[in-house]
């Protein structure tokens, strides 16, 4: 990461700290909320040694392939309307990517999806934590957004991972050499989508409509049959059909349509 490029990539008043190694950037993040840090800060690490992901999955790759930041800002928003916050980040994050020519989708509720070799498959995660204050203040929102940019596909976790160089690899073709992928290029295209949708969303109250059909318009999750592992250990199976006013997850199965507030998502087939 190159600390001046990047600030001169950050929106006016947007602090950017480069961290050489850190065990969770959201931990970071949400420590400084608690002793008064008023943002907007953005924390990066170049090497993230215990990021935590949704569900409490464990996120860590080889140093240097990743974005790994967290964004901390202040938010005005009746509490009511947070649950839509993680659905925000991902629609930005999605429409930054594909701003750099990165054809980026959602699957339910903010997994960051790339098409590699005909499939669908994850190139980020989110976690977004509420930070309260006190009584009176603004709570804080601490955005984790870990990307995966230079892994080679023998570093990916999992098969069902993808890199924006795997991806602009295939896109290039055999034979071909894709773009080199800056991750400071990337994250000063990243937090300028962040904070704008942000500013829009505080500025309606968090009860913005457009925002339930932006993210519907990237949801590759919707059409889809799904099964999703709820927390009671149960599941659900049925067809995607849309988004609620809380941003949950419809489900039409066997009991009818079923609002989907927190699980884990698995694409069953294209509808």
Aim: a negative charge; charged letters at 20%.
């Amino acid at each position: 990461m190159d600390p001046d490029a990047l600030a001169s990539l950050l929106p006016l008043g947007v602090r950017a700290e480069v961290l050489p190694t850190s065990p969770s950037t959201n931990a970071e993040a949400a420590a400084r909320a608690r002793a008064g840090e008023p943002g907007p800060l953005v924390l990066v690490a170049e090497h993230q040694t215990a990021g935590r992901g949704r569900l409490d999955r464990a996120w860590t790759t080889p140093a240097g392939t990743a974005l790994t930041f967290s964004l901390l800002v202040r938010l005005a928003v009746p509490v009511q309307h947070w649950p839509w916050l993680p659905l925000l980040v991902g629609t930005a994050v999605s429409d930054a990517l594909a701003g750099l020519g990165h054809p980026a989708r959602l699957k339910w509720p903010n997994d960051v999806l790339l098409p590699v070799e005909g499939e669908t498959r994850k190139v980020a995660g989110i976690l977004a934590e509420r930070v309260d204050a006190p009584v009176g203040a603004p709570a804080a929102a601490v955005l984790g957004v870990g990307l995966n940019v230079g892994l080679a596909p023998d570093e990916l976790p999992v098969p069902t991972a993808t890199s924006l160089l795997v991806e602009a690899s295939a896109r290039a073709g055999e034979g071909e050499e894709p773009d080199v992928v800056d991750r400071t290029h990337v994250l000063g295209a990243l937090v300028p989508a962040l904070t704008a949708a942000l500013a829009s969303w505080e500025a309606a109250g968090g009860d913005d409509p457009g925002l339930r059909e932006r993210y519907a318009a990237r949801c590759s999750t919707l059409g889809q049959d799904v099964r999703v592992s709820l927390p009671d250990g149960s599941a659900l199976l049925g067809q995607a059909v849309g988004i609620d006013e809380h941003g949950r997850l419809l489900v039409s199965g066997s009991d009818g349509v079923v609002p989907v507030g927190a699980g884990d998502v698995v694409h069953v087939r294209p509808a």
